[in-house]
């Protein structure tokens, strides 16, 4: 089966839409950014550090929750899975809020990283600067 070569013409109007949801996407994270903000109750001695041990607290639940269905103790239940995920999103947005940086920031630092590593051939194996 031969594949085709499609080709689409971008106009003005296709940039202008895409802008559009660029932008309401940035203002979706910055909103949520501000809430995180809003929440925060740990002393500012206690940044990076609280958060960074709450993650992990949170992950620990995600992690038990599926733990617990793959041993077949319990049914998934993708309600509870989704409000823990959303605690280790809280912790994520506010450590990158102590490190100076916004959920926008901790995205195309990542986007960037993955996509040099799939350039590369490297998105298997061992090490942080592969």
Do not use: C
Not at 24 to 38: R, T
Not at 96 to 109: I, K, P, R, S
């Amino acid at each position: 089966m031969q594949e085709q070569n499609k080709t689409f013409e971008v106009t003005k109007e296709h940039l202008e839409e895409a802008q559009k949801v660029v932008n309401e996407i940035y203002q979706d994270f910055q909103n949520y950014q501000d809430f995180v903000k809003s929440m925060k109750v740990y002393p500012e001695k206690h940044a990076i550090v609280y958060p960074t041990m709450g993650l992990m607290g949170e992950a620990g639940e995600v992690a038990e929750k599926v733990k617990k269905w793959l041993r077949g103790d319990r049914e998934l239940d993708r309600l509870e899975l989704l409000k823990e995920a959303g605690d280790v999103l809280w912790y994520l947005a506010s450590l990158a809020d102590d490190l100076g940086y916004t959920l926008q920031d901790l995205v195309d630092e990542n986007v960037k990283k993955l996509s040099s590593r799939k350039e590369r051939g490297v998105q298997k194996g061992d090490g942080d600067n592969r």
